[in-house]
């Protein structure tokens, strides 16, 4: 399947619906496919036997806008996994989100790798590492390969699984600086496919201002009151017309006068009334009027074993049960 340039900014809208609130900016996805022509992107309908077989790999934390390492990484993480493992054409896009599907673009390019319709976060933008798509399937990540800012290199064969993120921390905290990249790898077989082509279509919807397919509408309300307190996640509190929602970078839960209409795994995502832009959590003003859709993450991320432990309030220190169905509004 070709995606058109014309059509990029339909599928970086989309991936900011679909980012739940968080995984980047839709300017700084544009900033990024500036310069880009018309994209590849393998489609379920394309796969064969041989590609089902195949390996491919994916980015997480994979920088800032200005990262030079970035780029560097592209080609080296796909060069280290063919050095120590096997040879891959394939790259999983890091989450959902405007920024990262369009960084995740770029590498597939600059790396000459082929990008996947599909998607690590399982259709969403991911609060942390655990809650992706791997843990979700139960699928190991390791052998896994990790680059600092410094552009120091680690490689891990073999380390019990729940020990794999406090060792990637030590690791960075001794680096004083970043993760700026990890790479996972999977047989293609493993992976749902579909998020980036759902992405596409919801962004076109919203330059529609139509509801997309698969989300509907909890509420329309004014902003009336607005926290933002920094930390490990950004933790953004939004109230008005007896709504609340809280974002902890994503969007975790919004309620209607202390009644739970949707929480995580659901995205929960808002658009800007009149133009139907999508918005991250800290895009957000005072005064502004939004709309609440909420929608669902590719099936996976539903599974109950999944969800309850690492994609739900109580994950986030929230005592709130988590919804797989939103509640209807009046």
Known sequence: MIIHKDDF????????????????????GEKLLENIGDIRLLTYDELNGSILRDYAISHFAIGS??????????????????TLFE?????????????????NIRMSIEAEMLLLDTDAGGGRAIPTTLSDLYSALSLKRIPLVAASSKRNLLVIQNIEEEKLDRYLDNFFDLERQVIEVIGYRTQVKNLPFGSITKALKAGKSLEH?????GFKV???FKIEELSHKEGRFSTIII??????????NEFIYAKKENRVLATIPLIISIVESESWQPLLSTEVELGMEVIIL????????????FYKKY???????????PTVESNETK
């Open 218 to 220: 909890l509420g329309r």
């Open 65 to 82: 806008l200005e990262s030079e390492i970035r780029t560097f990484s592209s080609k080296w993480l796909k060069n280290t996994y063919e």
């Open 239 to 248: 109230k008005g017309g007896g709504y609340e929602l809280l974002a902890l």
């Open 294 to 305: 909420v929608g669902k993450p590719l099936p996976p991320m539903l599974r109950p074993s």
């Open 87 to 103: 040879k891959t054409n394939y790259l999983i896009g890091g989450e959902m989100g405007a920024y990262v599907l369009a960084a």
């Open 311 to 321: 994609l739900s309030p109580k994950a986030f220190g929230i005592n709130i049960e």
């Open 209 to 213: 201002k139509q509801v997309p397919l």
């Open 9 to 28: 900014i339909h599928l970086l809208k989309g991936a900011v619906l679909y980012g739940g609130g968080g995984g980047g900016s839709l300017n700084d």
